[in-house]
T-cell receptor, first 111, second 115 residues
Framework: GDSVTQMEGPVTLSEEAFLTINCTYT??????LFWYVQYPGEGLQLLLK?????DKGSNKGFEATYRKETTSFHLEKGSVQVSDSAVYFC??????????FGAGTILRVKS | EAQVTQNPRYLITVTGKKLTVTCSQN?????MSWYRQDPGLGLRQIYY???????DKGDVPEGYKVSRKEKRNFPLILESPSPNQTSLYFC??????????????FGEGSRLTVL
């Protein structure tokens, strides 16, 4: 069945460091791909998305490119801030309104 | 303000004592869903509803019930809670299938502990 695999965390970085969180997927066809972010004590919220191969989603300085050949959707940010500390979830749209989520990656940014 | 509201936010209960977690959204969304979040497992879908009076099982429905009598409300019912249902629960909503863009709107979560 469809699935999403994320790199295990926690990922701990210093402020202004470069961030990469890896995400790969297994799915039939070409699903839409998403990154959601969960700040402490809150629900998830959509960070960015890409609906077809080679699309790049971007928001708040974060970027991710839909790579069909490697079935990947890695999240990157050039310079992280303490306020980026959160849990990041990669997800794919399986069918209908259903999303399949990865296990989540905790990001901790130190000042 | 557009939001999904869950209650209670925190609950400690005992095995076998029926409980209901309410969920309400004010965005006139057709689609609503319940997820549970467990460490290392991410979010897993419990039940979902495409519209009023239309509900279906997600990936982990055992031990749960839902109803969708009104468009805005989608309560999650645990008839006889057990310790393995200790988890963080999220309600989410979105536009209907025809307009769906992939964005789910989540509540703030309900942390349930079953002793």
């Amino acid at each position: 069945g469809d699935s999403v695999t994320q790199m295990e965390g926690p990922v701990t970085l210093s402020e202004e460091a470069f961030l990469t969180i890896n995400c790969t997927y297994t799915a039939t066809g070409y699903p839409s791909l998403f990154w959601y972010v969960q700040y402490p004590g809150e629900g998830l919220q959509l960070l960015l998305k890409a609906t077809k191969a080679d699309d790049k989603g971007s928001n708040k300085g974060f970027e991710a490119t839909y790579r069909k050949e490697t079935t990947s959707f890695h999240l990157e940010k050039g310079s992280v801030q303490v306020s980026d500390s959160a849990v990041y979830f990669c997800a794919l749209r399986r069918y209908g309104n259903k999303l399949v989520f990865g296990a989540g990656t905790i990001l901790r940014v130190k000042s | 303000e557009a939001q999904v509201t869950q209650n209670p936010r925190y609950l400690i209960t005992v095995t076998g004592k029926k409980l209901t977690v309410t969920c309400s959204q004010n965005m006139n969304h057709e689609y609503m869903s319940w997820y549970r979040q467990d460490p290392g497992l991410g979010l897993r879908q419990i039940y979902y509803s495409m519209n009023v009076e239309v509900t279906d099982k997600g990936d982990v429905p055992e031990g749960y019930k839902v109803s969708r009598k009104e468009k805005r409300n989608f309560p999650l019912i645990l008839e006889s809670p057990s310790p393995n249902q200790t988890s963080l629960y999220f309600c989410a909503s979105s536009l209907g299938l025809a307009e769906y863009t992939g964005e789910l709107f989540f509540g703030e979560g309900s942390r349930l502990t079953v002793l």
